[in-house]
């Protein structure tokens, strides 16, 4: 087994020229193959390819598709940039096998990534993501692969538009009439991603109006350190909407599948209240009902709100490698994770697209703007506060600190009782109806996160000093 490539919470990401290369691009691809062909033997319904707006990501996304097509797999391959979700939603629609994603999503644009769905559209869980790690070459040698003219003429590659199917299948489950006519000022923040120009598919024509920012392709995404949708990535997004007058602000991370929210007066609404509107609204506006999945990193919210209208809540591990299969595994109606990826039932993949229009109809049905959605969802779980640090450190030191984690046993985290401590995924911090504290290691990059949530606003700080502290890590210089 190659142990230069190893899969994260949500696939392989690389420094672009540094690892992320054609050549393991092609490796990758190759492994791909061998478990789709021989390990679930599907390969024969063919596999949906697609990229994101970075540098290079077509002409990656070709090399895989060469070595796919060398291995006698039919490729279909997107037209244009396109967002995961309708990479994912794709497979469903073309019946395919999978799909291989060519992006790094939020990181910084010095990388480049690769991501591998099944064909539910979910993404692969760990059991299969340990199978075609396994299958990794050491070298590039043992690489089938064809031009993608040959593939093409031999009939194993074709070019499609996934946007018919995808916009059919929102409007399946958002109905946008009413959002296209309500006559709201929304401000879009496209983070010069592929989500850029697919809100306009939806809300043009009508009375609200939509005005976008960062909507063309720039990989070297200027105004903002990665595309990630928080601050001050978004600050940006947040002066728009003040300067424009806006009801909202939403945004989509670098590949589509995250939402930002900006509330009116031009504050950020962190993803954990995000998560917290969107149960409101499947519950409470929409009437459904079903089991909601959370990773460990998100908010104690949805436990109150199962409570209140007896749903049960499922928590994972960190990543929708998790999320997804749990979702598929109990039919779950909601799910999503601390960083802003939130999936419906049907498509177990994170769908910045669809849940922005979904947050754009609370507002019209419940006739409120973000903040006093906040107020309306505090008056029914009480107030949460939430914030999280990210901390770079060398990765030799990884092992020293995690030993120190796993021998610390605090009896309280500043001043709170710990009434348990969870190592599903890092160490979490159980406090009671107080909140929680979670320290773990990034899944994709060299970076340590501390997050806390509680019901306490003043105790947020020492709070995540107090996880600093327990890691033996310094703060992130300003």
């Known amino acids: 087994m190659a142990d230069d490539i190893?899969?994260?919470?949500?696939?392989?990401?690389?420094?672009i020229a540094e690892d992320y290369t054609f050549d393991n691009v092609r490796r990758v691809a190759q492994a791909v193959a061998a478990y789709f062909r021989e390990d679930i033997g599907t390969a024969n319904r063919g596999i949906v390819i697609g990229y994101d707006r970075r540098f290079g990501s077509e002409n990656f996304a070709a090399a895989a598709a060469e070595v796919l097509a060398g291995n006698g797999i039919h490729v279909f391959l997107t037209q244009s940039a396109t967002p995961t979700p309708i990479i994912s939603y794709s497979i469903l629609d073309k019946?395919?096998?999978?799909?291989?994603?060519?992006?790094?999503?939020?990181?910084?644009?010095?990388?480049?990534?690769?991501?591998?769905?099944?064909?539910?559209?979910?993404?692969?869980?760990?059991?299969?993501?340990?199978?075609i790690e396994s299958r990794l070459s050491d070298a590039v040698s043992g690489v089938k692969r064809i031009s993608?003219?040959?593939?093409?003429?031999?009939?194993?590659?074709?070019?499609?538009?996934?946007a018919p199917a995808y916009v059919d299948y929102v409007k399946q489950h958002v109905d946008v009439e009413p959002i296209k006519q309500a006559g709201l000022n929304v401000a879009y923040d496209a983070m010069w991603g592929a989500g850029a120009g697919w809100f306009e598919r939806f809300l043009d024509g009508g009375a609200t109006t939509l005005h976008s920012i960062h909507g063309e392709r720039n990989p070297v995404f200027p105004e903002m350190s990665r595309p990630e949708p928080i601050p001050p990535n978004i600050d940006v997004l947040r002066n728009t909407v003040v300067d424009m007058g806006a009801d909202a602000g939403i945004a989509t991370d670098g590949d589509g599948d995250r939402v930002g929210l900006v509330d009116e007066g031009g504050a950020f609404v962190d993803q954990l209240r995000v998560f917290g509107l969107l149960a409101m609204y499947v519950l409470r506006v929409r009437g459904w009902r079903g089991p909601i999945v959370k990773t460990l990193s998100t908010t104690k919210m949805l436990e109150k709100l199962g409570r209140q209208f007896g749903v049960d809540v499922h928590e994972t591990?960190?990543?929708?490698?998790?999320?997804?299969?749990?979702?598929?595994?109990?039919?779950?109606?909601?799910?999503?994770?601390?960083?802003?990826?939130?999936?419906?039932?049907?498509?177990?993949?994170?769908?910045?697209?669809l849940v922005n229009l979904a947050l754009l109809d609370l507002m019209v049905q419940m006739d409120k703007r973000p903040s006093e959605l906040v107020e309306t969802l505090f008056e029914m779980v009480g107030p949460h506060y939430y914030d999280r640090i990210d901390?770079?450190?060398?990765?030799?030191?990884?092992?020293?600190?995690?030993?120190?984690?796993?021998?610390?046993?605090?009896?309280?985290?500043?001043?709170?009782?710990?009434?348990?401590?969870?190592?599903?995924?890092?160490?979490k911090y159980d406090l009671g109806d107080a909140g929680w504290l979670l320290i773990r290691f990034s899944?994709?990059?060299p970076l340590i996160r501390v997050y806390t949530e509680t019901t306490d606003e003043d105790k947020v700080h020492d709070i995540l000093q107090a996880g600093l502290d327990l890691a033996g890590i310094e703060p992130p210089q300003e």
């Open 6 to 15: 190893m899969f994260g919470t949500d696939g392989w990401r690389g420094m």
């Open 95 to 131: 019946g395919a096998a999978g799909a291989v994603n060519i992006t790094a999503s939020h990181n910084p644009p010095t990388d480049n990534g690769f991501k591998v769905r099944d064909h539910r559209g979910a993404a692969v869980a760990p059991e299969g993501l340990e199978k």
């Open 148 to 162: 993608l003219e040959a593939a093409k003429d031999e009939g194993l590659q074709e070019t499609f538009e996934p």
């Open 317 to 353: 591990g960190v990543g929708f490698k998790y999320v997804g299969p749990k979702m598929l595994e109990t039919d779950a109606m909601l799910g999503g994770e601390e960083s802003g990826g939130f999936a419906f039932r049907e498509l177990p993949e994170r769908d910045g697209i």
């Open 391 to 427: 901390v770079r450190f060398p990765t030799e030191d990884r092992p020293i600190v995690r030993q120190r984690l796993e021998d610390a046993r605090p009896s309280d985290i500043a001043g709170l009782p710990v009434r348990d401590i969870l190592a599903l995924d890092g160490f």
């Open 443 to 445: 899944g994709t990059e």
